[in-house]
C-alpha cells in the first residue's frame, strides 16, 4: 500500500493539469442546501442505514414539511432537498416539489431508493412538479448484492426501472449513491462499469459510517480495510478522470484519497453535518452530555472523529477542563455569518428525550470575562483601528498581545502595549513594519503574491530577517489555494535563512516548524461565551482541518505534525509530504 502511495505522489504536489471540473465541482458544493425529511419510513431494509433508528411508520406532517421549505428559502438557501426515510411515499410529495419551485430554489432535488419511479405515470408527475435531479441509491450491480444490503427481495429490479425511467424521460439530472462498505467493495469496478452501461455519469461514493443499523447490526459485517482494498478504490476513483464524468467521495477518510486528492470531500459541507444535528450539538454545550456515538471504537470508523474530537477540546477549554495558552478574538466574526436554517426532526427530537432527564444546565464565562483574564490575547482584525476599539471596549490590557491584520497600513505599535508578534498579509505591510523600530514579531502569509519579495530579503534586506517569520496561510476554497499558494517544497529549498516558520511539515521546511499555540478560539464562541457550533465549524474548516498521508506514520516527526490543511491537499496533492526516516 505504501509503495502505491509514493507512485501516486511522484510529481503529484501540484494537480492543477487533472481533468476534473474543480470550480463546477465547488460551486455544486458550497450551494446553500435545505435538506427537509418527509418521513420516518422507507420501503426499504437497509443493513447499513444510518437513519434507522428513527424509522418508526410516521410521516411528517404537510404543515411541518412546508414551514422547513419555506424558512429555508427565506434564509438564503439555494437548493432545496427532499429526503427521508424514503421521501416518495409521502402522499403529498409531489405538492412538496411544487412548493419548493414557487418558493424560488433554484434547484429541488430528490435522494430515493426510485421505486417509486418504476410506476410510469409517477416520473412525469414529479417532474411536471418541478424535480430538477434525481439521486437514487443503488448499491449493487445485481440483485444478489443490491437485495441483500437493502433487505428487500425484488428491490434492485424496481430500482433500476425507476432510475431507467428517470434516464428515459431526459429532463432530470440523474446521478447515484452508492453506500461503500464489506458487502460490496470487491465489485467497486464492476458496478462503476455497470452504471456507464445503464446511462449514469454522476456517481456520489458513500463511505460507510457507524450509525443506526450499519453500527447496532452491521459493525462485524459491514467495515472494511481501506488499505487491503485500494486497488478495488483507485479503479473506481479513475472514473473521475473519464470525459463527460462526475464522482463524488462523501465520507471517505481523507489519507485514502491520494492519488485523487481532488476528489476529497469539500469540507463546506461539513456544515451540513452540523445541521443535521444541531440539537444534538447544542444539547452538549449546554449539558456537557456527548453525542450517544461518541465511544472510540465507533469513532474509530467515523470520518467526524476529528471534528468531534476538537469540539469536544473546545468545550473542555472553554469550561476550564483543559489549559490553553492565549485567547483569539476575531472582530469580525459576524460579517457575512449565514442564517441558521434546516435541521433534522429526529434530532430534535432526541435532544428533547435526553433534556427529560435529570441534567444539570452547564454556565460558561463570557468572552470578556475570558479575555480579561488571558495573559496571551491574539485580535484578528480588518486594520489597526479596529483592533485598537476592541480592546478599549472591554478594557483588555493583556501582558502579551497578537494582532493578525488584513491591513497594517494604519497600525502604529506604539499605542499597542505588550505586542509581541504582527501577523500580515502582504511583503510590503511586512517590510514598512521591520523597517520600523520596534521588538515584536512580524509574521507574514507565504504567497504567490508575496514569494518573490521575500526571496530576495536574505540578500537584500538581512536586518529583516531577525523579526521576521513566515505562515503557511489556510484557505476555505480549493480554488483559493491554487490561485494563491506557493510550491512550498521549491521555495524553502531556495530560502534558507533560520527564520520561524508557522503550519509548514517538517518534511518539507527541512527543519521542525514553529509548534502552533493551544489558543481558545473566541471565533468559535457565542458572545455570552457558549460554544456555538456553526461558528465552530467555519473556524475549523478555515483554519483547524489539516490532514496528513498514510506513509506520515514513517516520519520521525509524526507525533508532532499537524499535517497540511485540507485545500492544500485538495488543490496541490499529498505529493510535498514525504517521510523523515533517518
Given at each position: 500500500?505504501?509503495?502505491?502511495?509514493?507512485?501516486?505522489?511522484?510529481?503529484?504536489?501540484?494537480?492543477?493539469?487533472?481533468?476534473?471540473?474543480?470550480?463546477?465541482?465547488?460551486?455544486?458544493?458550497?450551494?446553500?442546501?435545505?435538506?427537509?425529511?418527509?418521513?420516518?419510513?422507507?420501503?426499504?431494509?437497509?443493513?447499513?442505514?444510518?437513519?434507522?433508528?428513527?424509522?418508526?411508520?410516521?410521516?411528517?406532517?404537510?404543515?411541518?414539511?412546508?414551514?422547513?421549505?419555506?424558512?429555508?428559502?427565506?434564509?438564503?438557501?439555494?437548493?432545496?432537498?427532499?429526503?427521508?426515510?424514503?421521501?416518495?411515499?409521502?402522499?403529498?410529495?409531489?405538492?412538496?416539489?411544487?412548493?419548493?419551485?414557487?418558493?424560488?430554489?433554484?434547484?429541488?432535488?430528490?435522494?430515493?431508493?426510485?421505486?417509486?419511479?418504476?410506476?410510469?405515470?409517477?416520473?412525469?408527475?414529479?417532474?411536471?412538479?418541478?424535480?430538477?435531479?434525481?439521486?437514487?441509491?443503488?448499491?449493487?450491480?445485481?440483485?444478489?448484492?443490491?437485495?441483500?444490503?437493502?433487505?428487500?427481495?425484488?428491490?434492485?429490479?424496481?430500482?433500476?426501472?425507476?432510475?431507467?425511467?428517470?434516464?428515459?424521460?431526459?429532463?432530470?439530472?440523474?446521478?447515484?449513491?452508492?453506500?461503500?462498505?464489506?458487502?460490496?467493495?470487491?465489485?467497486?469496478?464492476?458496478?462503476?462499469?455497470?452504471?456507464?452501461?445503464?446511462?449514469?455519469?454522476?456517481?456520489?461514493?458513500?463511505?460507510?459510517?457507524?450509525?443506526?443499523?450499519?453500527?447496532?447490526?452491521?459493525?462485524?459485517?459491514?467495515?472494511?480495510?481501506?488499505?487491503?482494498?485500494?486497488?478495488?478504490?483507485?479503479?473506481?476513483?479513475?472514473?473521475?478522470?473519464?470525459?463527460?464524468?462526475?464522482?463524488?467521495?462523501?465520507?471517505?477518510?481523507?489519507?485514502?484519497?491520494?492519488?485523487?486528492?481532488?476528489?476529497?470531500?469539500?469540507?463546506?459541507?461539513?456544515?451540513?453535518?452540523?445541521?443535521?444535528?444541531?440539537?444534538?450539538?447544542?444539547?452538549?454545550?449546554?449539558?456537557?452530555?456527548?453525542?450517544?456515538?461518541?465511544?472510540?471504537?465507533?469513532?474509530?470508523?467515523?470520518?467526524?472523529?476529528?471534528?468531534?474530537?476538537?469540539?469536544?477540546?473546545?468545550?473542555?477549554?472553554?469550561?476550564?477542563?483543559?489549559?490553553?495558552?492565549?485567547?483569539?478574538?476575531?472582530?469580525?466574526?459576524?460579517?457575512?455569518?449565514?442564517?441558521?436554517?434546516?435541521?433534522?426532526?429526529?434530532?430534535?427530537?432526541?435532544?428533547?428525550d435526553k433534556r427529560r432527564l435529570p441534567l444539570v444546565k452547564r454556565t460558561y464565562p463570557t468572552l470578556a470575562q475570558q479575555a480579561a483574564q488571558a495573559e496571551v490575547v491574539r485580535v484578528a482584525s480588518r486594520n489597526g483601528a479596529s483592533a485598537r476599539r476592541w480592546l478599549d471596549a472591554r478594557g483588555v490590557s493583556p501582558a502579551v498581545l497578537d494582532l493578525e491584520l488584513e491591513d497594517a497600513a494604519d497600525l502604529e505599535p506604539g499605542r499597542f502595549p505588550g505586542l509581541r508578534r504582527v501577523y500580515v498579509t502582504t511583503a510590503a505591510d511586512a517590510a514598512r513594519l521591520l523597517d520600523a523600530p520596534?521588538?515584536?514579531?512580524?509574521?507574514?502569509?507565504?504567497?504567490?503574491?508575496?514569494?518573490?519579495?521575500?526571496?530576495?530579503?536574505?540578500?537584500?534586506?538581512?536586518?529583516?530577517?531577525?523579526?521576521?517569520?513566515?505562515?503557511?496561510?489556510?484557505?476555505?476554497?480549493?480554488?483559493?489555494?491554487?490561485?494563491?499558494?506557493?510550491?512550498?517544497?521549491?521555495?524553502?529549498?531556495?530560502?534558507?535563512?533560520?527564520?520561524?516558520?508557522?503550519?509548514?511539515?517538517?518534511?518539507?521546511?527541512?527543519?521542525?516548524?514553529?509548534?502552533?499555540?493551544?489558543?481558545?478560539?473566541?471565533?468559535?464562541?457565542?458572545?455570552?461565551?457558549?460554544?456555538?457550533?456553526?461558528?465552530?465549524?467555519?473556524?475549523?474548516?478555515?483554519?483547524?482541518?489539516?490532514v496528513k498521508s498514510l506513509r506520515c506514520a514513517e516520519c520521525v516527526h509524526d507525533a508532532d505534525c499537524t499535517g497540511l490543511h485540507v485545500n492544500h491537499v485538495r488543490a496541490h496533492g499529498f505529493g510535498a509530504m514525504q517521510p523523515v526516516t533517518g
Amino acid at each position: 500500500m505504501l509503495e502505491e502511495l509514493r507512485a501516486a505522489a511522484d510529481g503529484g504536489a501540484w494537480t492543477e493539469d487533472r481533468p476534473v471540473d474543480v470550480e463546477g465541482n465547488e460551486a455544486a458544493a458550497h450551494q446553500k442546501r435545505n435538506w427537509v425529511r418527509l418521513t420516518f419510513d422507507c420501503n426499504d431494509k437497509c443493513i447499513f442505514c444510518l437513519d434507522s433508528d428513527t424509522h418508526d411508520g410516521r410521516m411528517r406532517s404537510p404543515e411541518q414539511i412546508k414551514q422547513q421549505i419555506l424558512d429555508g428559502r427565506r434564509k438564503g438557501a439555494e437548493r432545496l432537498i427532499l429526503s427521508g426515510g424514503e421521501p416518495t411515499i409521502h402522499p403529498r410529495y409531489v405538492d412538496f416539489i411544487r412548493l419548493g419551485r414557487l418558493a424560488g430554489y433554484e434547484r429541488v432535488q430528490t435522494v430515493s431508493n426510485a421505486r417509486m419511479f418504476a410506476y410510469p405515470e409517477f416520473p412525469g408527475r414529479c417532474l411536471d412538479a418541478g424535480l430538477q435531479e434525481i439521486t437514487v441509491s443503488l448499491h449493487g450491480h445485481n440483485p444478489r448484492i443490491h437485495d441483500a444490503l437493502v433487505g428487500t427481495k425484488g428491490a434492485f429490479e424496481q430500482t433500476l426501472a425507476g432510475l431507467k425511467n428517470a434516464l428515459a424521460d431526459g429532463r432530470p439530472i440523474v446521478n447515484v449513491d452508492v453506500c461503500v462498505n464489506r458487502g460490496n467493495i470487491k465489485v467497486l469496478p464492476e458496478m462503476m462499469a455497470f452504471f456507464e452501461e445503464t446511462g449514469v455519469r454522476e456517481v456520489d461514493l458513500l463511505h460507510v459510517i457507524p450509525f443506526g443499523n450499519a453500527w447496532r447490526d452491521g459493525k462485524e459485517r459491514l467495515f472494511y480495510d481501506l488499505r487491503a482494498h485500494a486497488g478495488e478504490l483507485r479503479e473506481a476513483f479513475a472514473y473521475a478522470h473519464r470525459p463527460d464524468w462526475h464522482l463524488w467521495l462523501n465520507r471517505f477518510p481523507v489519507p485514502h484519497c491520494e492519488g485523487f486528492e481532488e476528489l476529497i470531500q469539500d469540507p463546506y459541507k461539513l456544515n451540513d453535518e452540523i445541521r443535521g444535528r444541531k440539537e444534538e450539538y447544542a444539547h452538549w454545550v449546554e449539558h456537557g452530555e456527548p453525542l450517544d456515538c461518541r465511544e472510540p471504537r465507533r469513532c474509530g470508523h467515523c470520518y467526524l472523529e476529528d471534528v468531534c474530537d476538537e469540539f469536544e477540546g473546545l468545550l473542555a477549554r472553554t469550561h476550564g477542563e483543559r489549559p490553553w495558552q492565549g485567547l483569539r478574538v476575531d472582530t469580525e466574526v459576524t460579517v457575512g455569518e449565514p442564517a441558521v436554517y434546516g435541521g433534522d426532526p429526529a434530532s430534535a427530537e432526541h435532544a428533547r428525550d435526553k433534556r427529560r432527564l435529570p441534567l444539570v444546565k452547564r454556565t460558561y464565562p463570557t468572552l470578556a470575562q475570558q479575555a480579561a483574564q488571558a495573559e496571551v490575547v491574539r485580535v484578528a482584525s480588518r486594520n489597526g483601528a479596529s483592533a485598537r476599539r476592541w480592546l478599549d471596549a472591554r478594557g483588555v490590557s493583556p501582558a502579551v498581545l497578537d494582532l493578525e491584520l488584513e491591513d497594517a497600513a494604519d497600525l502604529e505599535p506604539g499605542r499597542f502595549p505588550g505586542l509581541r508578534r504582527v501577523y500580515v498579509t502582504t511583503a510590503a505591510d511586512a517590510a514598512r513594519l521591520l523597517d520600523a523600530p520596534g521588538a515584536f514579531e512580524v509574521v507574514v502569509r507565504l504567497t504567490r503574491a508575496n514569494a518573490a519579495e521575500l526571496a530576495t530579503w536574505p540578500d537584500a534586506h538581512p536586518e529583516r530577517l531577525g523579526r521576521l517569520a513566515l505562515v503557511q496561510p489556510s484557505w476555505e476554497r480549493l480554488t483559493e489555494s491554487r490561485e494563491h499558494d506557493v510550491d512550498l517544497r521549491a521555495f524553502f529549498a531556495e530560502f534558507t535563512a533560520p527564520v520561524p516558520v508557522e503550519d509548514v511539515p517538517a518534511c518539507v521546511l527541512g527543519r521542525p516548524p514553529r509548534a502552533r499555540e493551544t489558543l481558545l478560539d473566541g471565533a468559535m464562541l457565542a458572545d455570552d461565551g457558549r460554544p456555538e457550533p456553526f461558528r465552530f465549524i467555519r473556524r475549523y474548516v478555515d483554519d483547524g482541518y489539516r490532514v496528513k498521508s498514510l506513509r506520515c506514520a514513517e516520519c520521525v516527526h509524526d507525533a508532532d505534525c499537524t499535517g497540511l490543511h485540507v485545500n492544500h491537499v485538495r488543490a496541490h496533492g499529498f505529493g510535498a509530504m514525504q517521510p523523515v526516516t533517518g
